[in-house]
């Protein structure tokens, strides 16, 4: 019988001490002021602080929401507090009759050894009941209320712990989650990707874009099919190269990962150049190509001043972001060297630099950026501060040797080919078993979740998981695997798995584009479900309707078939020569093309509100642009079943190809304005545009 922690009988959480209380407010996207009473508080002889967000007695609904962070740091708790609009998670409790509360989770630095990782979930646990008592007191009732905890990514696995080990909340929303073999498998591949296929995403996305061939092995060399064909079988879902066709390269927490892997497994980073097997000895995935490796000496060194300079906050506790608090920044930082022995166009990716003599000798490796002419320009480096950045560079001298090295990186982006699980329920690595290439002794992942313990899907209480079909960091199958481990415990009533098109990994209202959306409104939705569910014996949403195919997540087209919660939306045109409608038009400049989008909301998920039209001519790829996407509101026609279609008329005047856009945003109760639970979706159409 499995052990469940009960917080309130470890003897080591109980002094709590309230730090400061006081009246705080909130601001709703017009301008509406939400009051909330703000707790700090910490427990005494612990590295615990959290807070409490209560919402004024005449609003509180008897419940309360608790955010894990993917990397808690000393100050997490407060992390939260300055979120502004759709991202706002504290507002969207204070509105909805929650009070919210959040940690540090007892971390005494962002990112480092801990001996007791349970310690994550322990420290959520005496938060949450804890912060039980305080709300208690403060609305002067005796009724528990109901606690549902939340977080993706690393804060997913912290979620998982804290429903599976104990009995501090009723419900659950870990949000693309990972599976215990995941990590640092899905970033390393991740990584070995945007090695090995660029030159080729443009090649691939534009396959799979609409009007495509729908091959993305076409035009692409033989090592490139092999990689695509075996990321692919891996989990990572092809559409997700669009930032990369985009020259959007990001190695994700792989730096923040990579000190970790070779700190429990040295040896792998000498095999991987030295053993027959593994790819760096063989020279398969280009690996010696890519390595770069030489000493060079020091020109001339080149560190700005800083005086009266502050840095920014760092407030970030998103799944995409948190990990930036772990990074010193290095701007304005370079080296001058006597030479380069790299192409203009070689992969410099990961490399290290480290002094040989003089007195920066010794000091801690700091990263390359990337090299301009013979000068190397310094990146923010993990685990290594901005000051020190700065002293070790201010400590060296012309004529000092540096050397220039990321064979280490190169060889952890094919860790997770030498990291095969033995249980066969990962499917992953089917093809990859049949290699029988050599495999190291432990699966990391299993102790890199970060919270001590493996799911295994003995979860005390109701439980939604949202993933993503376009996840590049974590990968979509992790939420079929964990559905499957819930229903071997005998779990299966109490979970649902939504799956969510066209988003990436970010919980940000800035990934919106002609090509992605975010899934923001759904998580806000499934946890208000999630309390109906619990408190009221609702049921939610049945779940969505998918299959597993060769590492892919497989949805139906329709809606009705689909299931889930999120709306389904198709695009096509025509112009008045070419009546018949396409998903890739052809017109001549300044020809008229009609658009006609078409969209359906499952069963039960509410209507449509909205279809926005956008014929940027050089959409932006940078996600974090803040540009104005979807600027043409269609006018909605509803139509028989609760389906929705809108016309709009579009000329393009300048020749090329280009690409025509939707987003659908659905609402449960038909609101357009409501700010948080809008849920959206994107179609395309390929117009190719010919001259007169």
Known sequence: MKKIYHVLEDPVYREVVLDREE??????????????????????????????????????????LQYLSPFPGPDEEDASMGLTGEKDRILFALVHGFYEVESNMASASAFGSREDNTVVWKTSAAAAEYGRQIAMRYYGTDKRPYGYVYGGSGGGYKTMACIENTDAWDGAAPYVIGSPASLPNTICMHVQGERLLRGAFGTIVDALDAGGSGDPMQGLSKEQQEGLHELTQMGFPPRAWFLEAHGKFDAGALPVLLPGVKAKDPTYFTDFWTKPGYEGYTGILSTKRDRVLFDAKVVRIHVPDASGA???????????????????????????????????????????????????????????????????????????SEEDIRETLQMAAPGDLVHFDNSDYLAVQSYYRHQVPDDPAFHAWDEIRQEKIPQRDEVMGYSFTGTGTVQDGQ??????????????????????????????????????????????????????????????????????????????????????NYTYEKGQIQVPQSAKERRGMQPVVEMTGYTARNEKESSCVHAKVGEPITFTARAQVPDGAGAVTSLAFDFSEDPEADVNANATYFPVEGALQVMEGGAAQSRVTHCYETPGTHFAAVRVMSQRDGNPKDPFTRIRNLARVRVMVEEE
């Open 310 to 384: 502050k840095s920014a906050p760092r407030g970030e506790n998103g799944v995409d972001d948190a990990w930036h608090k772990l990074l010193g920044s290095a701007e304005g930082c370079w080296v001058e060297l006597d030479h380069v022995p790299v192409p203009e166009d070689g992969y410099t990716d990961g490399t290290q630099i480290t002094f040989r003599d003089g007195d920066a000798a010794g000091r801690a490796p700091i990263q390359l950026a990337h090299f301009v002419g013979n000068c190397a320009l310094i990146a923010p480096s993990f685990g290594v």
């Open 23 to 64: 009246e705080r407010t909130r601001s709703l996207p017009d301008g509406t002021a939400v009051p909330y009473h703000y707790v700090h508080a910490h427990c005494a002889g612990t590295a615990l602080k959290f807070i409490l967000c209560l919402p004024k007695k005449e609003n509180y609904g008897g419940h309360f």
């Open 459 to 544: 979860i005390q209480g109701k439980v939604i998981v949202s993933q993503c079909l376009m996840d590049e960091s974590t990968t979509p199958w992790c939420g079929d695997w964990y559905r499957q481990t819930v229903e071997r415990a005998g779990n299966g009533a109490a979970f649902r798995l939504y799956y969510f098109d066209r988003a990436l990994h970010g919980d940000t209202n800035g990934l919106e584009t002609p090509y992605i959306t975010n899934y923001l409104g759904q998580l806000y939705q499934i946890l208000l479900d999630l309390t109906a569910w619990v408190e009221q014996g609702k049921e939610p949403l049945p779940a969505t």
